[in-house]
T-cell receptor, first 114, second 109 residues
Framework: IAGITQAPTSQILAAGRRMTLRCTQD?????MYWYRQDLGLGLRLIHY???????GKGEVPDGYSVSRANTDDFPLTLASAVPSQTSVYFC?????????????FGPGTRLTVL | GQNIDQPTEMTATEGAIVQINCTYQ??????LFWYQQHAGEAPTFLSY??LDGLEEKGRFSSFLSRSKGYSYLLLKELQMKDSASYLC??????????WGAGTKLIIKP
């Protein structure tokens, strides 16, 4: 069982380029999330999806877009990358029940925008 | 607004006990999570509290006081492998996790 996979593991990108970070889960969780993690700032939510076909904006959505065409996949797209988007990106999933929403994380993508 | 506060860094000695505190303010509350994150790795789940009191799991325990908006993670018999960041996260009324910035725990021999 893989859990959550992310690709690529790391990427160096020129500013202005378009980039899609991939995330796939095999746990059939209903909810999925994209976070960025920067030193001293902790995890910040970019976008989330509570179920296939729906998405929502998190704390820092500007410059990012997502789609949730099916349960397993939740790609994150940077339409035109800027240096401030240099970060470590984590995808997570959870099965949200009445009160419990433990999140499971992928291994992360380290992105550098030059 | 929603806010989670925890110390930035703590140092402890191998074999000792350390307590990492966390205070939270959220719109609604559906529980408090603690995660461990080793450098360069993803966060992994440690504990969950939704009722007041202490939850014990081996060398790790977590405490919650809902009335005070306060939690702590207690690590006993510290080992070098416990050197990591510990993330506190509160679940709000929409079941979103609000994350603290993390506490980096340094273990010295």
């Amino acid at each position: 069982i893989a859990g959550i996979t992310q690709a690529p593991t790391s990427q160096i990108l020129a500013a202005g380029r378009r980039m899609t970070l991939r995330c796939t889960q095999d746990m059939r969780h209903n909810a999925m999330y994209w976070y960025r993690q920067d030193l001293g700032l902790g995890l910040r939510l970019i976008h989330y999806s509570n179920t296939a076909g729906t998405t929502g904006k998190g704390e820092v959505p500007d410059g990012y877009s997502v789609s949730r065409a099916n349960t397993d996949d939740f790609p994150l797209t940077l339409a035109s990358a800027v240096p401030s988007q240099t970060s470590v990106y984590f995808c997570a999933s959870s099965e949200v029940t009445s009160s419990y929403n433990e999140q499971f994380f992928g291994p992360g993508t380290r992105l550098t925008v030059l | 607004g929603q806010n989670i506060d925890q110390p930035t860094e703590m140092t402890a000695t191998e074999g000792a006990i350390v307590q990492i505190n966390c205070t939270y303010q959220t719109s609604g509350f559906n529980g408090l999570f603690w995660y461990q994150q080793h450098a360069g790795e993803a966060p992994t789940f440690l504990s969950y509290n939704v009722l007041d009191g202490l939850e014990e799991k081996g060398r790790f325990s977590s405490f919650l006081s809902r009335s005070k908006g306060y939690s702590y993670l207690l690590l006993k018999e510290l080992q070098m492998k416990d050197s990591a960041s510990y993330l506190c996260a509160a679940s709000d009324s929409n079941y979103q996790l609000i994350w603290g910035a993390g506490t980096k725990l340094i273990i010295k021999p």
